[in-house]
């Protein structure tokens, strides 16, 4: 049974957004990531420079996390290592921008990001020492969270598909006016059109 739950909630957490990534960060110019995140979900992330590939000089980078609506969530200059966390105040897509802020710049750098988003930004040791729980009582505790934040998801996707789906039928009954109203239009070109022709003819005694 331990097994099984264990199993279930590190599909929740491969599900809600555990990631490490290495990004390779041009000699000039800047490389970003971005995430899609709804409201109200916490945000952990660590990155570090990987020097390996720099064994004789050790050039630093400036980052900049920035909201959907472009605020600065975190900043920082002359870094080789840190942190940023924060918990979203809106949905959307939130940015992570990195670029070499140093003299020396070499062929660029790699960047070892690990991002942790909601059920994965928790220290589930700190947890199970302060609230005295282990075993299949701390993987039900893990399970619930999961759960829990997995119905937040779905929640979340649920609302935005039915925003989607307001503005496509809006879409479509503006369309379907719009080709009314060019119809009308064609219509009413092509009466007066024949109005005048006939006149023209009248007077030309054509007809």
Known sequence: MAAALALAVALAVVSLGAEAVWLEVPQSGTKCVSEEIQSNVVVLSDYSIMYESHPYSY???????????????????????????????????????????????????SVNLDWKIGFATKDWDAIAKKEKIEGVELELRKLEVAVHAIRQNLMHLKAREAETRTVSEKTNSRVAWFSILSLGVCIVVSILQLWHLQGFFRKKKLI
């Open 59 to 109: 050039p630093t980078i400036a980052v900049k996390v920035t909201s959907p609506y472009g605020n600065t969530l975190h900043h920082n200059e002359n870094a080789t290592v840190g942190q940023f966390a924060f918990t979203t105040a809106e949905a959307g897509n939130y940015l992570a921008c990195f670029w070499i802020d140093s003299a020396e710049k070499g062929s660029g750098v």
